[in-house]
C-alpha cells in the first residue's frame, strides 16, 4: 500500500514538473520598430564559442523570435543583433558552403535546408 | 505465457501467414506514404482527414466496449461472463494498438510525435486522447496479463489488478468521450458540433464492439473449441440489443433537430450524406446501406427467437458491425468536412496505399489479438 | 520475492521520494513554478497591440489577383496546380461562399457578381489554437495566430477546427512547386500546416503586409485594433462592416465593407 501510494506521488511529482509553464508564455510588448542595423566588423560571438554552441544559440533565438517576440539580441558588449538566420547569413552567405564545410565533415544533418533557405540556394 | 501463441495448427498459422503478408504490403505502402509524403492518400485540403482517422474512431469505440463485459464481471458480479471477460480485454488492448497505429499513420510528421508530450496542451483534446489512449491500453494489457497468469499457476489474482480494473471501467467512457470531444468542440463542422455526439459514440461503440465479442465468441468456439458459455453470448447479445436501439434513436434525434429546425448548417451535412446536396451525393448509397443494415440488424437483435439461433445472431452482429464501421468512419468523418467551410462538396477517393496502410494496420491489430487470445484460450483451457 | 527484499524496496523508494522531493526545493529545474495564467485569457488585452486588415471590396478589382500573388511569391507558397494538394494564403471567393450564413435571399446584382478575399482571420478566440496538441500553432502577444512549423506534428486538428477553410497542409515536398525562391521567406517542409502570418517577418521591419502594398486598389488597410487613433479604426467607426461567420464567437481581425 505504501508503496503504491509512493508510486501515485512520484507520477504526480513528474506530471506537475511536465505541466508547468514551459516558457511559452508572450512576455511585454514586441518591438515593431525596423530590426537591428547589422553590424558586420564583427560576429555575435567568437569564432571558438561559436562552434562550439551555435546550434544552442540558434535553438534560443528560434524559441524566442517564433514564439515570445524577443527578436532582439545583445552582445555582452553592447551590440544588438536581430534574432534571425539571416543575421547570420547576412555575412556568412559569402561563402556558399558555410555551413556544408563542417557538417559534412562532422556527418551531421540538421534539417534547418529544409526549409531555410541554405547559402548555396539564396539569390545572394 | 507468451509461448503458447507459438504452438499452433494448420490453420492458426496459415491464418498468422495471411496476417503477415497483408503487414507486409502496408508496411511497404506506408514506406511509400513516408517518402512522397501524405499526398500519396485521397485525403486533400478540404478533407484533410480520410480513411485513417475514420478507423481510429471506429477502433476507439471498440477499444471502450470492453466496459460492457468488464463491468458486469468485476463491478456487479455476473458470474456467466469468467470466460468472455479476457476476450473483452484483450479486444480493447489491441483495439487501441490500432487506434494508435492509426494515429501514426496520419500525421504529417511522425517523427515528431512525441512533441505532444515535450509540450502538453491541456487545452488539446488530441492532447488528452494520447494520454488516456495509451493509459488504457496499458491498464487492459497489465490487468488482463496478470489475471490471466495468476489463473494459469492457479492462484488468485494479485490485489492490485483489482484497482487497475475498476479504474479501467470509467476510464473506457473517457475514452470515447474525449474522442468524441476533438469533433464535438470545433465551430466550423456542424455535423459534428452536437452535444449528442458524446451519447452516439458510446452507444455506437457498445453496439458494435459487443457484436464483434459475440462475433469473436463463433471464432474462438470454431477454432479452438472455447466456448465462453451461452449465458454469456445471450446477456452480451441483450446489450449489444440495447446499445443499437439507443445508437438509432439518438441517430434519430439528429435527423429531428436537422431537420424540423430546418437551419442550413444543422441539416446540409446530413443531407449531403443522406440525401445528396447540390447535384452531389457521392456517399448517398453507402448511408443507405449503413442505416437499412443496422435497423435490421437491430430488429434481428431484438426478436428472442432469432436471436437465439446461432446462424441470425451471426448475420446481425455482422451487419451492425458494417453498419455502425460505415456510419462512424465514413459518415461521420468524411461527412464532417463537407460541406467546406466555403460550402463546397468535394470527392473523397482513398487511393491503393492508403487501402494497403489501412489494411495492413488492421492485420497487425488481428495478429496482436490472434496472439493474446491463442495465450488466453490456451490457458483457460488447461483444466 | 522475500520479505527482506520487499521491505528494502519500500524503503529505497520512499527513500527516492524523498530524494526527489529534497531535489524539488535544490534544484530550480524541478521547482514547482506557479503557472502563469496569461496565456489562457485568450481576449487580447487593451493597451497591447492587435493586428488587424479592413478589407474594402468597393476598391477591390474585378479580375485582379496582385495581393495573391505579391503573399505566395513573398513567402515561397508551392502552386501544385490542383484542387487536392492547393496550398494557399489568401485568394478570392464568390461572396455566397465567404459568406455562407448572411443572408442570401435576392441578393443585389452587385453581391452576386461580388469576389471577396479570404484568409486567415486571425480571430481573437482562434478555435484551431484550442486544437493544436503541441502548441504549434498559438496566439501571438500581438493577436496573430502563427504557426511554429519546427513543432507541428501534421495532426491537421487545426485544419479540422478552423471555420473559414482558411489552412493548407503540404501533402507533398513542395519545393518543387515553387517556381521562384524569395529569400525574405523561408520554404516550409512537407508534413506541415500553414497559413496566412499576417507578415509578422515584414512587421518586424516596420513594414506593411505585402498584399496591403501590392494592391493597386489600395482595398486593404491593415493596422493596430487597439489603437484608437489608427487609420483602420477611423475607418471600422465611420464605415459598416461585416465579418465572416460572427455568430462562432471566433472574433476575426478581418473585417469586410461589402
Same mark, same amino acid.
Given at each position: 500500500?505504501?508503496?503504491?501510494?509512493?508510486?501515485?506521488?512520484?507520477?504526480?511529482?513528474?506530471?506537475?514538473?511536465?505541466?508547468?509553464?514551459?516558457?511559452?508564455?508572450?512576455?511585454?510588448?514586441?518591438?515593431?520598430?525596423?530590426?537591428?542595423?547589422?553590424?558586420?566588423?564583427?560576429?555575435?560571438?567568437?569564432?571558438?564559442?561559436?562552434?562550439?554552441?551555435?546550434?544552442?544559440?540558434?535553438?534560443?533565438?528560434?524559441?524566442?523570435?517564433?514564439?515570445?517576440?524577443?527578436?532582439?539580441?545583445?552582445?555582452?558588449?553592447?551590440?544588438?543583433?536581430?534574432?534571425?538566420?539571416?543575421?547570420?547569413?547576412?555575412?556568412?552567405?559569402?561563402?556558399?558552403?558555410?555551413?556544408?564545410?563542417?557538417?559534412?565533415?562532422?556527418?551531421?544533418?540538421?534539417?534547418?535546408?529544409?526549409?531555410?533557405?541554405?547559402?548555396?540556394?539564396?539569390?545572394? | 505465457?507468451?509461448?503458447?501463441?507459438?504452438?499452433?495448427?494448420?490453420?492458426?498459422?496459415?491464418?498468422?501467414?495471411?496476417?503477415?503478408?497483408?503487414?507486409?504490403?502496408?508496411?511497404?505502402?506506408?514506406?511509400?506514404?513516408?517518402?512522397?509524403?501524405?499526398?500519396?492518400?485521397?485525403?486533400?485540403?478540404?478533407?484533410?482527414?480520410?480513411?485513417?482517422?475514420?478507423?481510429?474512431?471506429?477502433?476507439?469505440?471498440?477499444?471502450?466496449?470492453?466496459?460492457?463485459?468488464?463491468?458486469?464481471?468485476?463491478?456487479?458480479?455476473?458470474?456467466?461472463?469468467?470466460?468472455?471477460?479476457?476476450?473483452?480485454?484483450?479486444?480493447?488492448?489491441?483495439?487501441?494498438?490500432?487506434?494508435?497505429?492509426?494515429?501514426?499513420?496520419?500525421?504529417?510528421?511522425?517523427?515528431?510525435?512525441?512533441?505532444?508530450?515535450?509540450?502538453?496542451?491541456?487545452?488539446?483534446?488530441?492532447?488528452?486522447?494520447?494520454?488516456?489512449?495509451?493509459?488504457?491500453?496499458?491498464?487492459?494489457?497489465?490487468?488482463?496479463?496478470?489475471?490471466?497468469?495468476?489463473?494459469?499457476?492457479?492462484?488468485?489474482?494479485?490485489?492490485?489488478?483489482?484497482?487497475?480494473?475498476?479504474?479501467?471501467?470509467?476510464?473506457?467512457?473517457?475514452?470515447?468521450?474525449?474522442?468524441?470531444?476533438?469533433?464535438?468542440?470545433?465551430?466550423?463542422?456542424?455535423?459534428?458540433?452536437?452535444?449528442?455526439?458524446?451519447?452516439?459514440?458510446?452507444?455506437?461503440?457498445?453496439?458494435?464492439?459487443?457484436?464483434?465479442?459475440?462475433?469473436?465468441?463463433?471464432?474462438?468456439?470454431?477454432?479452438?473449441?472455447?466456448?465462453?458459455?451461452?449465458?454469456?453470448?445471450?446477456?452480451?447479445?441483450?446489450?449489444?440489443?440495447?446499445?443499437?436501439?439507443?445508437?438509432?434513436?439518438?441517430? !434519430?434525434?439528429?435527423?429531428?433537430?436537422?431537420?424540423?429546425?430546418?437551419?442550413?448548417?444543422?441539416?446540409?451535412?446530413?443531407?449531403?450524406?443522406?440525401?445528396?446536396?447540390?447535384?452531389?451525393?457521392?456517399?448517398?448509397?453507402?448511408?443507405?446501406?449503413?442505416?437499412?443494415? !443496422?435497423?435490421?440488424?437491430?430488429?434481428?437483435?431484438?426478436?428472442?427467437?432469432?436471436?437465439?439461433?446461432?446462424?441470425?445472431?451471426?448475420?446481425?452482429?455482422?451487419?451492425?458491425?458494417?453498419?455502425?464501421?460505415?456510419?462512424?468512419?465514413?459518415?461521420?468523418?468524411?461527412? !464532417?468536412?463537407?460541406?467546406?467551410?466555403?460550402?463546397?462538396?468535394?470527392?473523397?477517393?482513398?487511393?491503393?496505399?492508403?487501402?494497403?496502410?489501412?489494411?495492413?494496420?488492421?492485420?497487425?491489430?488481428?495478429?496482436?489479438?490472434?496472439?493474446?487470445?491463442?495465450?488466453?484460450?490456451?490457458?483457460?483451457?488447461?483444466? | 520475492?522475500?520479505?527482506?527484499?520487499?521491505?528494502?524496496?519500500?524503503?529505497?523508494?520512499?527513500?527516492?521520494?524523498?530524494?526527489?522531493?529534497?531535489?524539488?526545493?535544490?534544484?530550480?529545474?524541478?521547482?514547482?513554478?506557479?503557472?502563469?495564467?496569461?496565456?489562457?485569457?485568450?481576449?487580447?488585452?487593451?493597451?497591447?497591440?492587435?493586428?488587424?486588415?479592413?478589407?474594402?471590396?468597393?476598391?477591390?478589382?474585378?479580375?485582379?489577383?496582385?495581393?495573391?500573388?505579391?503573399?505566395?511569391?513573398?513567402?515561397?507558397?508551392?502552386?501544385?496546380?490542383?484542387?487536392?494538394?492547393?496550398?494557399?494564403?489568401?485568394?478570392?471567393?464568390?461572396?455566397?461562399?465567404?459568406?455562407?450564413?448572411?443572408?442570401?435571399?435576392?441578393?443585389?446584382?452587385?453581391?452576386?457578381?461580388?469576389?471577396?478575399?479570404?484568409?486567415?482571420?486571425?480571430?481573437?478566440?482562434?478555435?484551431?489554437?484550442?486544437?493544436?496538441?503541441?502548441?504549434?500553432?498559438?496566439?501571438?502577444?500581438?493577436?496573430?495566430?502563427?504557426?511554429?512549423?519546427?513543432?507541428?506534428?501534421?495532426?491537421?486538428?487545426?485544419?479540422?477546427?478552423?471555420?473559414?477553410?482558411?489552412?493548407?497542409?503540404?501533402?507533398?515536398?513542395?519545393?518543387?512547386?515553387?517556381?521562384?525562391?524569395?529569400?525574405?521567406?523561408?520554404?516550409?517542409?512537407?508534413?506541415?500546416?500553414?497559413?496566412?502570418?499576417?507578415?509578422?517577418?515584414?512587421?518586424?521591419?516596420?513594414?506593411?503586409?505585402?498584399?496591403?502594398?501590392?494592391?493597386?486598389?489600395?482595398?486593404?488597410?491593415?493596422?493596430?485594433?487597439?489603437?484608437?487613433?489608427?487609420?483602420?479604426?477611423?475607418?471600422?467607426?465611420?464605415?459598416?462592416?461585416?465579418?465572416?461567420?460572427?455568430?462562432?464567437?471566433?472574433?476575426?481581425?478581418?473585417?469586410?465593407?461589402?
Amino acid at each position: 500500500m505504501i508503496m503504491i501510494s509512493g508510486i501515485v506521488a512520484l507520477v504526480l511529482l513528474i506530471a506537475i514538473t511536465l505541466f508547468r509553464d514551459d516558457g511559452s508564455t508572450q512576455t511585454g510588448p514586441s518591438e515593431l520598430g525596423p530590426a537591428a542595423p547589422v553590424d558586420s566588423s564583427m560576429c555575435i560571438a567568437s569564432k571558438e564559442y561559436m562552434q562550439a554552441h551555435h546550434m544552442q544559440v540558434l535553438d534560443k533565438w528560434r524559441h524566442d523570435s517564433v514564439r515570445e517576440g524577443n527578436r532582439t539580441h545583445v552582445t555582452p558588449d553592447g551590440r544588438h543583433f536581430d534574432k534571425s538566420l539571416q543575421t547570420c547569413l547576412g555575412c556568412h552567405a559569402n561563402n556558399r558552403f558555410f555551413c556544408f564545410m563542417c557538417h559534412q565533415y562532422a556527418n551531421v544533418k540538421p534539417t534547418c535546408w529544409n526549409c531555410h533557405l541554405s547559402p548555396m540556394e539564396s539569390s545572394k | 505465457m507468451i509461448e503458447k501463441a507459438l504452438k499452433g495448427n494448420r490453420a492458426y498459422w496459415a491464418w498468422v501467414a495471411l496476417l503477415l503478408v497483408l503487414i507486409v504490403s502496408g508496411l511497404s505502402a506506408w514506406g511509400r506514404q513516408l517518402s512522397l509524403g501524405l499526398g500519396v492518400t485521397g485525403m486533400g485540403r478540404d478533407i484533410s482527414w480520410g480513411l485513417y482517422i475514420a478507423q481510429f474512431t471506429f477502433l476507439v469505440g471498440v477499444a471502450a466496449s470492453a466496459v460492457m463485459v468488464v463491468m458486469p464481471y468485476y463491478l456487479h458480479n455476473q458470474k456467466a461472463f469468467s470466460k468472455i471477460v479476457i476476450v473483452g480485454e484483450f479486444l480493447a488492448v489491441s483495439a487501441a494498438a490500432m487506434c494508435m497505429l492509426f494515429i501514426l499513420a496520419d500525421m504529417g510528421k511522425p517523427q515528431r510525435v512525441l512533441n505532444v508530450l515535450r509540450y502538453p496542451s491541456p487545452h488539446s483534446m488530441v492532447f488528452w486522447d494520447v494520454i488516456v489512449l495509451n493509459g488504457y491500453l496499458m491498464l487492459n494489457l497489465v490487468s488482463g496479463w496478470a489475471v490471466l497468469g495468476a489463473e494459469k499457476k492457479g492462484v488468485a489474482a494479485p490485489s492490485w489488478t483489482k484497482a487497475l480494473i475498476y479504474l479501467s471501467i470509467p476510464w473506457a467512457f473517457s475514452i470515447h468521450t474525449v474522442t468524441a470531444f476533438l469533433y464535438a468542440g470545433l465551430p466550423g463542422r456542424h455535423l459534428w458540433l452536437t452535444a449528442v455526439l458524446a451519447p452516439r459514440f458510446l452507444a455506437s461503440a457498445f453496439a458494435a464492439g459487443t457484436a464483434l465479442l459475440i462475433l469473436l465468441s463463433f471464432v474462438l468456439q470454431k477454432s479452438a473449441g472455447f466456448d465462453v458459455g451461452k449465458e454469456a453470448r445471450m446477456k452480451l447479445t441483450v446489450i449489444c440489443a440495447y446499445a443499437g436501439v439507443a445508437n438509432f434513436f439518438l441517430l !434519430g434525434t439528429e435527423f429531428f433537430t436537422a431537420f424540423y429546425s430546418n437551419v442550413p448548417s444543422h441539416m446540409h451535412s446530413l443531407q449531403y450524406l443522406f440525401f445528396g446536396l447540390d447535384g452531389h451525393g457521392q456517399f448517398v448509397p453507402l448511408m443507405w446501406l449503413s442505416l437499412l443494415t !443496422g435497423l435490421g440488424s437491430v430488429a434481428l437483435l431484438l426478436v428472442p427467437r432469432l436471436r437465439s439461433q446461432s446462424r441470425w445472431l451471426i448475420a446481425a452482429c455482422s451487419g451492425l458491425v458494417l453498419s455502425i464501421w460505415i456510419d462512424k468512419g465514413v459518415g461521420l468523418i468524411i461527412g !464532417g468536412f463537407l460541406p467546406t467551410p466555403l460550402d463546397e462538396i468535394v470527392l473523397y477517393m482513398p487511393t491503393l496505399t492508403e487501402i494497403s496502410v489501412t489494411v495492413g494496420i488492421w492485420a497487425i491489430g488481428l495478429l496482436l489479438l490472434t496472439m493474446l487470445l491463442k495465450v488466453a484460450v490456451t490457458v483457460k483451457m488447461q483444466d | 520475492m522475500n520479505q527482506q527484499r520487499r521491505d528494502f524496496l519500500k524503503k529505497a523508494s520512499l527513500g527516492a521520494l524523498a530524494g526527489i522531493g529534497a531535489m524539488a526545493g535544490i534544484i530550480p529545474t524541478f521547482a514547482l513554478e506557479k503557472t502563469d495564467t496569461s496565456v489562457f485569457s485568450d481576449r487580447p488585452q487593451p493597451g497591447k497591440t492587435r493586428w488587424g486588415m479592413l478589407i474594402d471590396t468597393r476598391n477591390c478589382r474585378e479580375g485582379c489577383s496582385e495581393c495573391v500573388a505579391a503573399c505566395h511569391a513573398t513567402h515561397n507558397v508551392p502552386d501544385f496546380g490542383d484542387s487536392k494538394n492547393e496550398v494557399k494564403w489568401i485568394w478570392k471567393s464568390p461572396y455566397e461562399k465567404a459568406f455562407p450564413t448572411s443572408s442570401l435571399q435576392l441578393p443585389s446584382r452587385q453581391l452576386q457578381e461580388l469576389d471577396v478575399l479570404t484568409l486567415c482571420n486571425h480571430c481573437a478566440e482562434p478555435p484551431c489554437t484550442k486544437a493544436c496538441p503541441t502548441e504549434a500553432t498559438f496566439k501571438r502577444w500581438d493577436g496573430i495566430v502563427a504557426m511554429d512549423y519546427h513543432r507541428c506534428i501534421g495532426c491537421r486538428f487545426c485544419m479540422a477546427a478552423c471555420p473559414y477553410g482558411s489552412r493548407s497542409f503540404n501533402w507533398q515536398d513542395p519545393r518543387p512547386a515553387i517556381s521562384e525562391y524569395s529569400d525574405t521567406y523561408p520554404t516550409r517542409e512537407r508534413g506541415v500546416v500553414e497559413k496566412c502570418n499576417f507578415c509578422s517577418e515584414r512587421l518586424v521591419k516596420g513594414q506593411q503586409p505585402a498584399c496591403v502594398e501590392a494592391c493597386p486598389g489600395k482595398a486593404i488597410t491593415f493596422g493596430d485594433l487597439n489603437d484608437p487613433a489608427s487609420v483602420i479604426r477611423t475607418m471600422l467607426g465611420d464605415n459598416e462592416t461585416v465579418q465572416r461567420k460572427p455568430e462562432l464567437g471566433t472574433l476575426p481581425s478581418v473585417f469586410y465593407i461589402i
